[in-house]
């Protein structure tokens, strides 16, 4: 696989150097945002077999520390993201819409694979399964797959930190989209 | 003890039953045993405690819906002697009861319940027959009968 790497920019801001060390120009918002990507915190939560690959993710051989995820925590509480790592039922749809309530703002959401998107392989003839996890709770970043690598799930925590740092709302991306020359 | 064996000692137990061939001819395959419902708690009694069989562990209580009737299918192995066999029963999809055997395997009760909650088997005996994973208010749809329909959450295909 060939795949180019990402210049990014560091840092969101210019430093002009002075004789005792330096002054930084900057945007308060774009420090904060650029603070908020890199430190994005997983809640432990997976309903089936893309959990499996999340764990995947989470350890040595890919380790998504190396991007700022850290640590995965065990409450909502501490938590910044949900990774939606599997089939979400009727039954688990108001315990999964109380952990995201409990999650303190800002919070992010990523559908990992097929059935937290669309109900994927479950979508016919099942009388149990939500099609699609957003149904429940607002979906930032979805993945394709069934379960998903996990460069496909580094790739949308990427996506999702360049959402971040990028400090527009969806309604502003959609614009975005439609007419790249728009200025926001 | 070997398939046939086991074949000559259970006829000798109860002469009624009767035995699936057909499938796959090979020497691993497990003992296919059909038994009337009405005969099923006391032939269960005597595969668990007959010491010959001593069937000591269900490793699979479960059912089929052929839309003409149902099928009860438990799956019994012997940890002392390392033989399984495979225990059939035809009931009345109507009407659908067999006797509770809980009180002989006592994983039984949670297959039971969860038997009674998606194909509406009646565990005759059964201590506790109630819902196990469907929510509450569910009473009275099987969600695993081939005719069973949700016109809010499915989508047919």
């Known amino acids: 696989m060939d795949v180019k790497p990402e210049i990014q920019n560091p840092f969101p801001g210019e430093v002009h150097p002075t004789p005792t060390g330096g002054v930084l120009v900057t945007a308060i918002d774009d420090v904060i945002n650029w603070a908020r990507s ?15 690959e999340m764990m995947s993710t989470a350890s040595a051989k890919y380790d998504w520390s190396r991007f700022g995820f850290e640590v995965a925590r065990a409450t909502p509480r501490q938590a910044d993201v949900i990774i939606i790592a599997g089939t979400i039922v009727n039954k688990m749809a108001p315990i999964l819409k109380r952990l995201y309530d409990q999650m303190a703002d800002p919070k992010y959401v990523i559908a990992m694979g097929a059935c937290a998107t669309s109900g994927g392989p479950f979508f016919y003839n099942t009388y149990s399964v939500v099609k699609g996890a957003d149904h429940v709770i607002p979906v930032d970043v979805y993945i394709a797959g069934c379960p998903p690598r996990p460069e496909a799930l580094l790739h949308a925590l990427i996506t999702l930190q360049n959402k971040i740092k990028s400090g527009l709302t969806r309604e502003q991306i ?8 728009a200025t926001t | 003890m070997t398939n046939e064996e086991l074949k000559i000692k259970l006829s000798e137990l109860i002469p009624t039953i009767t035995f699936e061939e057909g499938g796959q001819p090979i020497a691993s395959a497990w003992l296919n045993v059909n038994v009337e419902a009405k005969d099923w708690h006391g032939f269960a009694n005597s595969l668990k405690y007959n010491p010959v069989l001593s069937f000591d562990y269900l490793f699979c209580e479960t059912c089929v819906d052929w839309k003409t009737h149902l099928t009860m299918v438990y799956h019994l192995e012997s940890t002392q002697h390392r033989h399984i066999v495979v225990i059939k029963s035809k009931l009345d999809r109507s009407k659908p009861e067999i006797e509770t055997v809980s009180d002989i395997w006592k994983t039984a009760e949670f297959h039971e319940r ?20 469907l929510p509450d208010g569910w009473e009275g749809r099987n969600p695993l009968r081939k005719d069973f329909e949700d016109t809010i959450n499915m989508v047919k295909l």
């Open chain 1, 38 to 52: 890199n430190s994005l915190w997983p809640l432990v939560f997976g309903t089936s077999c893309c959990a499996i």
């Open chain 1, 174 to 181: 959609r614009g975005d989209l439609k007419n790249p020359n």
């Open chain 2, 114 to 133: 969860e038997v009674y909650e998606l194909f509406g088997v009646n565990f005759l005996n059964h201590p506790d027959l109630r819902l196990l994973i």
